[in-house]
């Protein structure tokens, strides 16, 4: 692989770089053989090659771990045991491992990234064509170069996968899905960054030649190359870097580290680079000229860890009590090494003084006699060369006779009054010693266990079984001279939350510092969460290029990244400045260049003068944490090179050892996933900065740095029909990304050409053509931007594009640079694949049968659809929302449409509480959420493609959380912000129960908010329905809207109210009628005949009941009967009021009037 990759790193340099010697580390536990030598410094850390286990998320494949941006070098490259052994496969894959060796060179080296479009490593923002508005307005492949002989190809997805040719063409472009196969070479000669690398023909970086045309670097493409690097060629970048900067005979030296099991082998490289003044070709060489040599070194007995302490004792270090520091710090480092470990002592002021020898630690004697001399005092000169001078002395004076392979310790404020350690330096280098430096300021404390200013602390550790470690207890130490309070946990440490208290026992306050050292159980099965964390630059002269200071940092647990924890550096600043305190962030923008991969990064800008600034990074797990099992990486890998035949079968090999080759279009853009962290409370440091020199006329405080390049510029969204797109972006800072800027300038043109080569003469975007967003008014750095801008149409064409880019200005003036380029195609046409033949690529999910007949599945009762994919339940507790966006866009618009909705239902059941709320009572002031986010989903089996092209169908349903925050009632803010809490540790205790939103609800609430809802999307919203189900009945929703309903039964049930009053009131005049003619003709006989009574006795029995038969009629006025929508009369105390919904009759009492038939 070395001797393949030494040559054809020669070929592709242009002649200036070859590998000229590589040392492999053997493990010390294989055979000793006598011509293995010392290994030197050779640490794992330090490794710029690992040959390890298998990463599960990217293997087989090789990849280098990329944490800062362009230009700038990799963290590792990373192969497989299986990929350097099997020859054959890999070959045939993905080439000869020399070149690519040397791909991952380019990442890992020059700080390059991949031309392809890479679905791991660039998922957010993978597109396999886009259209170039230059010349005749066609599809292009986003390929470097275009000399490639290629095809159009989508997946089929099965087992094994079929491709089969898209439908479209380079004039309306391909259906949606349709990807690039590279099938040939063609004319090409580069991209070693593109590849595929199995084509022989490809032997250059890309450059910006345009009389090379198989080797011209594509600008337009958007790949994370051009995204990250300016569209810069790849040749471009690197003729920037020192390799290629007239340097002469340039020595690097670099690592390769085999570790396979339980074993290491490290692998040296010494890379020759030859240039001359002027950057030309140096002579030709020949093979064995450039065939690098190998050394095999193997850790010995004489190989033991050596670490001498070179401690500041002059007197600057009296200010702040940094000597006490400087004590606390040796003292802690003493009490935490393992036994076995050489150390030696040196103190320097003006001149230097051997402290103690070097002496292996063995027991607690050795321990003590070392802590005894940490009581120094400070005073005189300073003169750091002096002490590491001194400090070289003491590591060689060990039985191995050499220095090669030690550690030196520099504790030092850094204030230096001579200039010996520029000379020390080379000699240091030379002689294979490590110098780790820490600065020591105002609130530096280093890696200190326990520190006070004064001495007077109690401190209590409660371990997860309640079993508390105190001042009393054996494992309980304190060091009153060094002010350090050490509790050593015996045996393995109870795993769960440990608690500490700290009592100040003295009057005044006190500054302290608590720090928690572990050690890994190898013994253990769950492997532990690990952070690791550095900088970007060791060293700055920021007169000569002024760059800021970044941080990173790590967490994993094994291969797997940690996203969404809580990152913080703590910036130690000469001076004895107050530190300053920055979260670093997972977001693919500022400092940090891939989102959601586990590693944060922050640009830190506050510099108030030359020194060393340090950095410490925290971690936490706020409950927010996510272990990632399948994860969108901040990794460039190697390119597979798939050969398919005619009829879409796969020729290439399936797998390498156990990893089957990742295939392009096979579960590519899925989402990520993972598991819930445990809790977690981590610390590292990432060392230290020495800025050497600042700008001429430079004042604290100055507003150094511009807002930070946006990089992660995309179109979420386009619409053809109104001639609308969608921008979003991750808003950058005032300073970096740190603030907010002042306003953005957003440009447009008809290529993206247009805009790299002449931004500011492009078309600017005005307010008036932005329908959400504010020019004038970012958001804070950190935040997501969204614009809805509309464009003018071109009607003559089926498919159009604009290019956008922007940059940002802050508040002194200073302008960003130009993001990169997103382009925004609008297609009134998108060619649709017909339907495949019998049953190819049809897979039946959910328990579903494939019936052979007829090619379709036979699903269970509780799924539906062509492949069984929806979920019944969800359907019969969703909403169906048409969007009149592509299947593509559509799978874009999810996450914005998810919480528009969520915000949408909270909107609705504020002002219909009764609805949501059922049986919740009075609510005086309705606060909290309905819903909340994740409570809103998206159902099995959606998106769809719509009949149209243009259109697809999403069902969304939600789930009602235990006890909704909106729904606790009315009652004190105090004990409502105490129910909250309450309701809040349930749900981390309990999972929620799976109780839908009833579909009603739902329905009435996305509808109410229609044009809410397409605001946020950006798009038109062609109807809100509910889904249909299979065997269900068919109800066909009402189109009428719900308040409309609400009126009509209203004004019905008034006018049926209406006509039986009227009726009532037409019957009781006409009883009234016949009364009084019965009377007047009852009168007028007793003036003739006399009273009938006194005539013929009592009258005959009449139809009308008698009061005993009439009491069941009469109705208690507490117990009276109401309708909705019904008034009653007014009541009496002796009032009987009685409504039925059955014929009945009515009789009312009067207070002196005896009974009477209405």
């Given at each position: 692989m070395f001797r393949e990759g030494s040559t054809f790193l020669y070929q592709a340099t242009r002649q200036r770089v070859f590998f000229k010697n590589v040392t492999i580390l053997i493990p010390s536990h294989w055979t000793t053989q006598p011509e293995y030598g010392s290994p030197g410094r050779l640490t794992f850390d330090t490794a710029d090659v690992i040959i390890a286990q298998p990463n599960p998320l990217w293997a087989p494949e090789p990849y280098t771990q990329q944490i800062q941006g362009c230009g700038q070098p990799g963290s590792f490259i990373h192969f497989t045991e299986d990929f350097i052994t099997d020859d054959d496969d890999v070959t045939?894959?993905?080439?000869?491992?020399?070149?690519?060796?040397?791909?991952?060179?380019?990442?890992?080296?020059?700080?390059?990234?991949?031309?392809?479009?890479?679905?791991?490593?660039?998922?957010?923002?993978?597109?396999?064509?886009?259209?170039?508005?230059?010349?005749?307005?066609?599809?292009?492949?986003?390929?470097?170069?275009?000399?490639?002989?290629w095809f159009p190809k989508f997946t089929v997805q099965g087992d094994p996968p079929l491709f089969k040719e898209c439908v479209g063409n380079l004039t309306d472009g391909y259906q949606a899905g349709c990807q690039v196969l590279i099938q040939g070479a063609g004319q090409a000669s580069g991209s070693i960054m593109h590849g595929p690398l199995t084509y022989s023909n490809i032997v250059n970086f890309c450059d910006d030649d345009s009389d090379d045309p198989g080797n011209l670097h594509n600008r337009e493409a958007?790949?994370?190359?051009?995204?990250?690097?300016?569209?810069?060629?790849?040749?471009?970048?690197?003729?920037?870097?020192?390799?290629?900067?007239?340097?002469?005979?340039?020595?690097?030296?670099?690592?390769?580290?085999?570790?396979?099991?339980?074993?290491?082998?490290?692998?040296?490289?010494?890379?020759?680079?030859?240039?001359?003044?002027?950057?030309?070709?140096?002579?030709?060489?020949?093979?064995?000229?450039?065939?690098?040599?190998?050394?095999?070194?193997?850790?010995?007995?004489?190989?033991?860890c050596r670490v001498v302490l070179v401690l500041d004792t002059s007197g600057s270090m009296r200010t702040s009590n940094r000597i006490d520091k400087v004590n606390s710090a040796a003292t802690a480092f003493v009490n935490l090494v393992d036994d076995g470990i050489w150390i030696g002592i040196v103190t320097f002021t003006g001149s230097p003084t051997t402290e103690h020898a070097l002496t292996q630690i063995n027991?607690?004697?050795?321990?003590?006699?070392?802590?005894?001399?940490?009581?120094?005092?400070?005073?005189?000169?300073?003169?750091?060369?002096?002490?590491?001078?001194?400090?070289?002395?003491?590591?060689?004076?060990?039985?191995?006779?050499?220095?090669?392979?030690?550690?030196?310790?520099?504790?030092?404020?850094?204030?230096?009054?001579?200039?010996?350690?520029?000379?020390?330096?080379?000699?240091?280098?030379?002689?294979?010693?490590?110098?780790?430096?820490?600065?020591?300021?105002?609130?530096?404390?280093?890696?200190?266990?326990?520190?006070?200013?004064?001495?007077?602390?109690?401190?209590?550790?409660?371990?997860?079984?309640?079993?508390?470690?105190?001042?009393?207890?054996?494992?309980?130490?304190?060091?009153?001279?060094?002010?350090?309070?050490?509790?050593?946990?015996?045996?393995?440490?109870?795993?769960?939350?440990?608690?500490?208290?700290?009592?100040?026992?003295?009057?005044?306050?006190?500054?302290?510092?608590?720090?928690?050292?572990?050690?890994?159980?190898?013994?253990?099965?769950?492997?532990?969460?690990?952070?690791?964390?550095?900088?970007?630059?060791?060293?700055?002269?920021?007169?000569?290029?002024?760059?800021?200071?970044?941080?990173?940092?790590?967490?994993?647990?094994?291969?797997?990244?940690?996203?969404?924890?809580?990152?913080?550096?703590?910036?130690?600043?000469?001076?004895?400045?107050?530190?300053?305190i920055i979260e670093l962030r997972d977001d693919g923008a500022g400092a940090d260049i891939t989102a959601n991969d586990g590693i944060y990064s922050r640009f830190f800008t506050n510099i108030i003068g030359t020194g060393f600034y340090g950095i410490r990074t925290t971690y936490e797990n706020d409950g927010s944490a996510i272990i990632l099992t399948r994860a969108r990486t901040g990794i460039s890998r190697v390119q597979a090179a798939i050969r398919v035949t005619d009829d879409g079968m796969i020729i290439s090999p399936g797998n390498i050892g156990s990893y089957e080759v990742r295939l392009p279009g096979v579960d590519s853009n899925q989402p990520l996933q993972g598991t819930p962290a445990p809790s977690f409370t981590r610390s590292s440091s990432a060392g230290s900065t020495t800025i050497t020199n600042l700008p001429a006329g430079f004042t604290p405080g100055q507003d150094l740095f511009p807002p930070n390049r946006v990089q992660d510029l995309r179109v979420t969204m386009t619409h053809v029909g109104n001639q609308t797109l969608v921008l979003s972006w991750i808003a950058p800072g005032d300073d970096l990304d740190t603030g907010t800027a002042t306003s953005y300038d957003i440009r447009m043109g008809n290529s993206s050409r247009q805009l790299l080569d002449?931004?500011?003469?492009?078309?600017?975007?005005?307010?008036?053509?932005?329908?959400?967003?504010?020019?004038?008014?970012?958001?804070?750095?950190?935040?997501?931007?969204?614009?809805?801008?509309?464009?003018?149409?071109?009607?003559?064409?089926?498919?159009?594009?604009?290019?956008?880019?922007?940059?940002?200005?802050?508040?002194?003036?200073?302008?960003?640079?130009?993001?990169?380029?997103?382009?925004?195609?609008?297609?009134?046409?998108?060619?649709?694949?017909?339907?495949?033949g019998p049953c190819i690529g049809i897979t039946c999910l959910n328990g579903g049968e494939l019936e052979d007949s007829n090619c379709t599945c036979l699903c269970s009762e509780d799924f539906q659809g062509n492949l069984?994919?929806?979920?019944?339940?969800?359907?019969?507790?969703?909403?169906?929302?048409?969007?009149?966006?592509?299947?593509?866009?559509?799978?874009?618009?999810?996450?914005?449409?998810?919480?528009?909705?969520?915000?949408?239902?909270?909107?609705?059941?504020?002002?219909?509480?009764?609805?949501?709320?059922?049986?919740?009572?009075?609510?005086?002031?309705?606060?909290?959420?309905?819903?909340?986010?994740?409570?809103?989903?998206?159902?099995?089996?959606?998106?769809?493609?719509?009949?149209?092209?243009?259109?697809?169908?999403?069902?969304?349903?939600?789930?009602?959380?235990?006890?909704?925050?909106?729904?606790?009632?009315?009652?004190?803010?105090?004990?409502?912000?105490?129910?909250?809490?309450?309701?809040?540790?349930?749900?981390?205790?309990?999972?929620?129960?799976?109780?839908?939103?009833?579909?009603?609800?739902?329905?009435?609430?996305?509808?109410?908010?229609?044009?809410?809802?397409?605001?946020?999307?950006?798009?038109?919203?062609?109807?809100?329905?509910?889904?249909?189900?299979?065997?269900?009945?068919?109800?066909?929703?009402?189109?009428?809207?719900?308040?409309?309903?609400g009126v009509i039964v209203a004004i019905v049930t008034f006018s049926v109210i209406v006509i039986l009053c009227l009726c009532v009131s037409c019957a009781r005049m006409s009883v009234r009628n016949d009364a009084l003619k019965e009377r007047d003709f009852n009168r007028d006989r007793e003036r003739s005949d006399g009273p009938r009574f006194m005539r013929d006795g009592p009258p005959p029995p009449r139809n009308i009941p008698s009061i005993s038969e009439r009491t069941h009629l009469q109705i208690n006025p507490s117990q009276r009967l109401r309708q909705p929508g019904h008034r009653s009369p007014p009541q009496g105390d002796d009032d009987m009021y009685a409504v039925a919904s059955s014929p009945m009759s009515i009789y009312h009492r009067p207070d002196v009037r005896g009974d009477m038939l209405y």
């Open positions: 045939d894959t993905y080439g000869e491992l020399g070149r690519i060796l040397v791909h991952e060179w380019g990442h890992y080296r020059w700080g390059l990234f991949n031309e392809y479009p890479d679905d791991v490593g660039d998922a957010d923002h993978v597109t396999h064509f886009y259209q170039s508005m230059e010349g005749n307005q066609s599809w292009k492949p986003v390929i470097c170069s275009q000399e490639y002989q958007p790949n994370k190359h051009n995204r990250l690097c300016n569209s810069r060629s790849a040749w471009e970048v690197m003729r920037e870097h020192d390799d290629f900067k007239g340097l002469s005979e340039y020595f690097i030296q670099f690592f390769v580290l085999f570790h396979r099991t339980n074993f290491g082998l490290f692998i040296n490289i010494w890379s020759y680079t030859i240039t001359t003044a002027d950057n030309s070709p140096a002579s030709n060489l020949n093979v064995a000229q450039i065939k690098p040599s190998f050394d095999l070194v193997q850790a010995g007995t004489g190989d033991e027991t607690q004697a050795d321990r003590d006699s070392l802590r005894d001399i940490f009581q120094l005092i400070a005073d005189g000169g300073t003169c750091i060369g002096c002490g590491l001078e001194r400090g070289l002395e003491v590591l060689m004076d060990h039985p191995s006779g050499s220095a090669d392979g030690g550690i030196i310790v520099l504790m030092t404020d850094g204030q230096d009054s001579g200039i010996q350690n520029h000379i020390i330096r080379q000699t240091l280098q030379d002689m294979g010693v490590r110098v780790n430096t820490m600065a020591i300021g105002e609130d530096t404390y280093g890696e200190l266990n326990l520190i006070a200013q004064e001495t007077g602390v109690n401190v209590e550790i409660t371990q997860p079984n309640n079993a508390t470690i105190t001042s009393g207890n054996q494992q309980y130490t304190v060091d009153t001279t060094r002010k350090v309070v050490t509790v050593a946990v015996d045996g393995l440490a109870m795993s769960g939350k440990w608690l500490y208290s700290i009592e100040n026992a003295v009057t005044g306050s006190q500054s302290v510092t608590f720090s928690v050292y572990s050690r890994i159980n190898m013994l253990e099965e769950e492997e532990p969460i690990v952070v690791k964390s550095t900088v970007g630059n060791s060293i700055m002269d920021l007169s000569s290029k002024l760059e800021p200071l970044a941080a990173y940092a790590q967490i994993r647990q094994g291969s797997r990244p940690v996203v969404n924890a809580v990152v913080r550096a703590v910036v130690e600043k000469p001076g004895g400045s107050p530190a300053d002449d931004f500011t003469n492009t078309t600017r975007v005005s307010s008036s053509s932005i329908l959400k967003g504010n020019l004038t008014s970012p958001s804070p750095s950190g935040s997501l931007e969204t614009f809805v801008i509309m464009v003018p149409d071109m009607p003559e064409l089926n498919s159009f594009s604009y290019s956008f880019a922007l940059r940002a200005t802050d508040d002194d003036g200073k302008t960003s640079q130009v993001s990169n380029v997103a382009i925004a195609t609008f297609r009134r046409v998108v060619p649709t694949a017909p339907p495949p069984c994919q929806h979920n019944k339940s969800q359907l019969r507790n969703g909403v169906q929302i048409h969007l009149q966006v592509n299947i593509t866009q559509c799978e874009q618009l999810l996450n914005p449409l998810i919480s528009a909705s969520s915000d949408q239902l909270n909107v609705y059941c504020l002002s219909n509480l009764a609805t949501c709320c059922p049986g919740g009572g009075v609510f005086d002031r309705p606060q909290g959420e309905y819903v909340r986010e994740e409570d809103v989903m998206i159902a099995d089996g959606y998106p769809i493609l719509a009949d149209q092209s243009d259109g697809c169908y999403v069902v969304l349903y939600a789930i009602r959380p235990n006890e909704p925050e909106l729904c606790m009632g009315s009652g004190s803010s105090k004990r409502r912000k105490r129910s909250i809490l309450e309701i809040h540790r349930k749900r981390r205790q309990l999972p929620d129960q799976l109780v839908y939103i009833p579909q009603s609800l739902l329905l009435d609430a996305l509808s109410s908010g229609e044009v809410a809802l397409e605001m946020a999307v950006g798009t038109d919203i062609d109807s809100i329905t509910l889904p249909r189900v299979e065997g269900d009945p068919l109800i066909e929703p009402s189109t009428v809207p719900a308040y409309l309903i």
